[in-house]
Structures are given as C-alpha cells and as structure tokens.
C-alpha cells in the first residue's frame, strides 16, 4: 500500500474517533453546567480546554459555554473540533475511495453535510441533540468499517489509528476527574459517556465505586472503551503489519512504547491506579503521541521536495562554463 494512502486511511481512523470521543466529552461537561448552576462556568471552561490540550495553563481566559462549543464543537477548519474532525476524515477519504467501501463514504460524506442543519438545530434545542448525532453517526461509520472493509492493510492503518485515539480520548476524559474545586463528574458520569454504565452493572452487580470504574476504564480486558483494550489492538495492528521479530528487543519504536504501557497497566495493582491519577494519564497522553510520530516515521515517510539554492544553481553554472 502507497504511504500516502496508508497515512489517509490512518487519519480517518483518528478523525472519527476524536469525533465520537469529544462528543461524549462536551456532554458530560454541558450536562454538568446545567445541572450544578453553583459551578464557576468560566473555570470549568477553561480547565475542560486545557485538558483537551486547545490551550496551555492560563494561556487565555475562556468566556463560557458558548466559546468552547464554538471551538470545539462547531468549528469547521479545526481538526481539534467535531466538525473540523469531520471534515478532515472526509477530505482524507475522497482520496482513499478505492480503499475504503462506497457506503463508508457515503456515510461519511452524508454526515458532513448534515452538519450545517445539525449545528442550527442544536444551537436552538440545545447542544445535546448535536453530540447525539454524532455519537451514532461515528458509530454506523465505525460498523461499516467492521462489516464491509477487507481485513487488509486499509483496514489495520484505520482500526490503528482508531485505537490510538480512543486511548487518548479516554485518558482525556478521565483527566476530567482530577479537575480541582469538586468539579469534576461523578464516575457514573463517565461510565455514561463512554457506554460502559450498563457493561459496569453486568460486571461488578453493584453501585459505582471509584476504584472499580477506574478499573473498568483503564484496565478492563473485555471492555472495548479501556484503555488496556485499546492500546493492545494498536499492538496487535502493529504486529500483523510487521510480523518479524527478532530473537530479542524491537526495532519497532511503536510497538515497543505500546508495549511498556499496555504492561505497565495489566500489571499494576487495583490500588496503584488511583494514586499519582494525573500523572499517570498525562503519561499515556503522552505516549500516544509519541506512538503516533513513530508510525509516522515508519510507514508514512515525507520526501522534501527538491528546491534550488542559490549556492547550489551558482556552483552549477560554472560547471557548465
């Protein structure tokens, strides 16, 4: 497979993802707003920009609601934003149409128009309507990926790139925990944002407890939203992509930095994993960035195109005297 298209189809992963995951987001956040009219609204604002990494630590200050839905939510030329996420999966999937199938485009190409009408709807019945739709859109998409993409090349780079950003979607959200003040939401709030409240109920038969929903989100190995789950299907991505293996070690850079993690967490103690909670988290954000520029290296290199200099054309021209 060419690199270029390797890499279009690996965004698209990403895009779609990132859309669905920063929907659930913004609703638990609007939701919270409406909920508690006690909340400082332009602290809450500014610390859910922070964590979603469009602004650094009293970079600027965040008016309100309104800002943070317009730049995260609404924007189109963002790719941080929902309809920017949108719009850069479907620009990336009209030059992929032979990789991908026609009904994955043209899902994708019928969200993308459906967003003007969505956002006018929302911005008068309110904001949940919008993350609604979009959470079902990203997930037919994400059927039509499973159900009718060939278990080939396109279909690893996407579920790769998919993976990588559910993990550092969910870091994201459950950084929202650790939001000072008592702001943060309650840990059924999370389970519900990421699907998982029912799967909880079924596995531990009992009320929410802090301890057990952050092991459901992090380290459960049958919940497809954690971020065990997650970082081991990237691995496995990896490893049908490059099977070879040599007796020891990796040359891998990405698959080995997503198996240090994926150890780090199957092997931790229920107790560990509350503690150093931030920390932890700003640690898989960050390695799933750095997992990330090495599939880049590997698999999507970029030729600098062939410029003159000056010296260069000089040195030429007494040559050819």
Known sequence: MLSRIAESVFWIGRYLERADSTARILDVHMQMLIEDPWVDEQTVCSSLMEVMGVIEPGERTVEGAAQVLAELAYDLDSPSAIAGSIVAARENAR???ETISAEIFEALNAT????GERR??????????FFAWIRERTGVMAGLVDSTMSRDEGWIFLTLGRSLERADMT???LMLRTLPGGRAPTWGTLLRSCG???SYLRTYRGPVREN?????LIVDRLSPRSVFYAL?????CLRTLDPAAGRSGFDDTARLLLGRARTDLEFRSRGDLLENFSE????????CSAVSDAVARKYFPHVAPVTWTAELAGELIEVLD
């Open 280 to 287: 932890h988290l700003e640690q898989l954000q960050a390695t």
């Open 196 to 198: 998982s409240y029912e």
């Open 212 to 216: 057990l929903a952050a092991e459901f």
């Open 232 to 236: 081991s299907q990237a691995e496995e």
């Open 171 to 173: 870091a994201r959200l």
């Open 95 to 97: 030059g992929t149409r």
């Open 120 to 129: 006018r709807r929302a911005e008068k019945l309110g904001p949940h309507l």
């Open 112 to 115: 993308w128009t459906g967003l």
